[in-house]
């Protein structure tokens, strides 16, 4: 497959409010590809597109060749901003359900990276800091064989010690021949993993490049790149 991700001039209006603008691109099988931005910059409301959890006032996006649909959401391992298992729950529950949910959860792979990251999984989702909670979502999400990843703010919550071992668990356990979309305004610290960026402002692509090619162009790192591009 070529295209695993692809928008074609799609927007997104909120009544007035303008969120997405004509926004294009396609991307290949196997990229880490950084979806950048300042806070309302469109991030959010276009991984919640991708999904399906969002319609388009215009244009279309394409997941694997089709719109975002009951057959797409098989094909998407989709990590929210927010927390979204009941307090209740003992991360042994969080597992069996993903377990059930879901065909491609390789569940020996979750527990391995749980233990990996110190969670222990007879606790309740109450008991756990806000960073473990993100740690045991992510766990869940990545232990999927996907072929596209959406990972909205995922080291937004952790410490700054733990977005290293984050981003390592990220890399080294994706489908490689899927993709990801990580979406954060954390760019020194994930863009040592990235293949591909995309600047988005005010609902509009404002630079789409390979890391390589933007490096190379300015002589400076994707994080300086972006603080020129978006200087107030």
């Known amino acids: 497959m070529s295209t695993i991700l692809e928008a074609r001039q799609l927007c997104k209006?909120?009544?007035?409010?303008?969120?997405?603008?004509?926004?294009?691109?396609?991307?290949?099988?196997?990229?880490?590809?950084?979806?950048?931005?300042?806070?309302?910059?469109?991030?959010?409301?276009?991984?919640?597109?991708?999904?399906?959890?969002?319609?388009?006032?215009?244009?279309?996006?394409?997941?694997?060749?089709?719109?975002?649909?009951?057959?797409?959401?098989?094909?998407?391992?989709?990590?929210?901003?927010?927390?979204?298992?009941?307090?209740?729950?003992?991360?042994?529950?969080?597992?069996?359900?993903?377990?059930?949910?879901?065909?491609?959860?390789?569940?020996?792979?979750?527990?391995?990276?749980?233990?990996?990251?110190?969670?222990?999984?007879?606790?309740?989702?109450?008991?756990?800091?806000?960073?473990?909670?993100?740690k045991v979502q992510l766990s869940l999400v990545m232990s999927r064989r996907a072929q596209l990843y959406l990972l909205d703010e995922p080291i937004g919550g952790v410490d700054p010690a733990a977005r290293d071992f984050i981003l390592d668990t990220i890399i080294n356990n994706y489908n490689d021949q899927g993709t990801v979309v990580i979406s954060t305004h954390l760019i020194s610290d994930i863009e040592r993993v990235l293949d591909d960026v995309v600047f988005l402002f005010g609902g509009r692509v404002e630079r789409m490049a390979s890391v390589d090619s933007l490096r190379e162009q300015y002589g400076k790192s994707v994080d300086e790149v972006f603080r020129e591009v978006f200087r107030c």
Not at 19 to 45: D, M, Q, R, Y
Not at 95 to 124: E, H, P, V
């Open 13 to 134: 209006r909120f009544g007035a409010a303008t969120a997405l603008e004509h926004v294009n691109f396609s991307f290949a099988p196997g990229h880490i590809i950084g979806l950048l931005g300042p806070n309302g910059s469109g991030k959010t409301t276009l991984i919640k597109l991708v999904c399906g959890l969002l319609t388009p006032t215009e244009g279309e996006v394409l997941v694997c060749g089709m719109q975002p649909s009951h057959q797409t959401k098989s094909l998407v391992s989709y990590l929210p901003d927010k927390l979204y298992f009941d307090n209740w729950m003992k991360v042994r529950d969080c597992l069996a359900l993903f377990a059930d949910f879901y065909q491609d959860f390789d569940r020996a792979k979750a527990t391995d990276m749980m233990a990996s990251l110190g969670i222990d999984t007879n606790k309740t989702f109450r008991t756990l800091s806000k960073g473990t909670q993100e």
